[in-house]
């Protein structure tokens, strides 16, 4: 699979006395990275400049850099919430050295054109490597499948009409068929629509306190069974997109012991929020899924600890602000969080010991890239330099004025959060900081 991005110098680094944390080769150890034109050219001890740039890491975390799978980067079609270039500056802002868009544009990608269009753009305008999934169905619609092989040929990174259901099953059946002819990842919006319909938030105690409709969890787990009983019947891999459900991870983790090749995700605020958040009716903690119980977010960890689900994706989805200031029944589902998806897992979950940081940075990296068959980010000589500085005691503010992200409504806001972003390297090149 392809990903792109616009050309810029390589990077000379040296990057001294950092704690360099890479889960997948074992290490963590206070070393120095030594970086030459973008590549990883030597780890150790007492490395010499040579005229590269210096950066004095002492203190500070130095990982493999972040891939989020599960981006909106609004274009085409509403340029004015967000473009490739403001989002993948926010990205690099957040630590991420590769993100992959959602097809739900203004028009969908649905064809060649739409995705060569696309790709031509980044490669002008995106500040770090992006990959464009396209629509399993045309338009989203639900009832004819696209070109997927010609897609794929196009540099598709993948299928899934997020945002959609597959609704029909003898279409997702379909899909899972042709799927297996392009090598792309299967992803699927697990939504029985007759049962979330007109749902504000999580069907529950505080819902009925609220008197907002409910949008059951049972609406979710039961198309998360839906599919993964398609994928087990057709023998083909699936990704199963946001999970917020108990139910949902049961079902993962039951069809992953039977056999079948399926991964999940979940988002930062799924994993750090309950319904409870609601009940200030703010419309920055509306998303689809919505904020489901305690036992549901426990789940969410367990499964994230366990390997169950084995991605962290942001689900950045910006809106302008004049959607998102109105009363909350009427406010548009989604929340960003590309500039602030680690602090936030940082302090949610590493400090509070429910995740180890480890865990955290895999399930971050490595995690979503083997899921979408993308090499994982790794410190290692010889590998293309994708690394992330961490200033682990850095203390800051979430402000929307800091943000690159041309959207600001974050679930953040206002909020105090541990450790921050110091550098990015992404494809070699230095993309923040």
């Known amino acids: 699979m392809m990903l792109y991005a616009k050309d810029s110098r390589k990077a000379n680094l040296v990057i001294r006395g950092a704690r360099v944390v890479d889960p997948g080769r074992r290490i963590d150890a206070v070393l120095d990275v030594r970086v030459d034109d973008g590549v990883v050219a030597q780890l150790g001890t007492g490395l010499e400049a040579n005229g590269h740039r210096?950066?004095?890491?002492?203190?500070?975390?130095?990982?493999?850099?972040?891939?989020?799978?599960?981006?909106?980067?609004?274009?085409?079609?509403?340029?004015?919430?967000?473009?490739?270039?403001?989002?993948?500056?926010?990205?690099?802002?957040?630590?991420?050295?590769?993100?992959?868009?959602?097809?739900?544009?203004?028009?969908?990608?649905?064809?060649?054109?739409?995705?060569?269009?696309?790709?031509?753009?980044?490669?002008?305008?995106?500040?770090?490597?992006?990959?464009?999934?396209?629509?399993?169905?045309?338009?989203?619609?639900?009832?004819?499948?696209t070109e997927m092989v010609e897609l794929a040929e196009s540099g598709a990174a993948g299928f899934t009409d997020d945002g959609c259901p597959v609704a029909s099953p003898g279409l997702m059946r379909r899909a899972l068929q042709y799927n297996a002819l392009t090598g792309c990842t299967l992803a699927v919006h697990c939504e029985e629509q007759t049962l979330s319909r007109s749902g504000q938030m999580h069907e529950g105690?505080?819902?009925?306190?609220?008197?907002?409709?409910?949008?059951?969890?049972?609406?979710?787990?039961?198309?998360?069974?839906?599919?993964?009983?398609?994928?087990?019947?057709?023998?083909?891999?699936?990704?199963?997109?946001?999970?917020?459900?108990?139910?949902?991870?049961?079902?993962l983790r039951e069809a992953q012991a039977h056999g079948v090749t399926a991964s999940g995700e979940v988002t930062p605020h799924h994993l750090c929020l309950t319904d409870e958040a609601v009940r200030s009716l703010d419309s920055n903690v509306k998303m689809n899924p919505p904020l489901r119980g305690p036992d549901d977010r426990a789940a969410l960890i367990e499964a994230l600890r366990d390997g169950t689900i084995g991605a962290i994706a942001t689900d950045h989805?910006?809106?302008?602000?004049?959607?998102?200031?109105?009363?909350?029944?009427?406010?548009?589902?989604?929340?960003t969080g590309l500039e602030t998806a680690f602090a936030a897992l940082y302090t949610h979950l590493v400090e509070p010991g429910l995740v180890s940081l480890p865990t955290l940075l895999e399930r971050m990296s490595a995690g979503p890239?083997?899921?979408?068959?993308?090499?994982?980010?790794?410190?290692?000589?010889?590998?293309?330099?994708?690394?992330?500085?961490?200033?682990?005691?850095?203390?800051?503010?979430?402000?929307?004025?800091?943000?690159?992200?041309?959207?600001?409504?974050s679930w953040l806001l206002g909020q105090k959060l541990r450790?921050?972003?110091?550098?990015?390297?992404?494809?070699?090149?230095?993309?923040?900081?």
């Open 54 to 145: 210096v950066v004095d890491a002492e203190g500070l975390l130095l990982a493999p850099a972040l891939v989020d799978p599960h981006v909106h980067l609004r274009t085409p079609g509403r340029e004015d919430e967000e473009t490739i270039a403001s989002g993948t500056e926010a990205a690099a802002a957040g630590g991420y050295c590769a993100i992959l868009a959602m097809p739900n544009t203004d028009p969908v990608v649905d064809c060649s054109a739409v995705l060569g269009a696309l790709v031509e753009q980044a490669r002008t305008e995106a500040g770090i490597p992006v990959g464009f999934l396209a629509a399993i169905s045309k338009r989203q619609a639900g009832s004819e499948l």
């Open 317 to 335: 989805a910006p809106h302008a602000r004049h959607e998102k200031e109105v009363p909350f029944e009427a406010a548009p589902f989604g929340v």
């Open 369 to 409: 890239a083997r899921i979408y068959r993308l090499e994982p980010p790794q410190v290692a000589v010889g590998a293309e330099a994708n690394l992330v500085l961490i200033d682990p005691q850095a203390q800051w503010d979430v402000d929307e004025r800091s943000f690159r992200s041309r959207s600001a409504n």
């Open 205 to 251: 105690y505080v819902s009925a306190q609220l008197g907002l409709a409910g949008y059951p969890s049972v609406a979710e787990s039961v198309m998360v069974e839906r599919d993964l009983s398609l994928a087990h019947y057709e023998a083909q891999p699936l990704h199963l997109l946001h999970l917020s459900a108990r139910e949902s991870v049961d079902a």
């Open 419 to 433: 450790a921050r972003i110091s550098l990015t390297v992404a494809a070699g090149r230095v993309a923040y900081g």
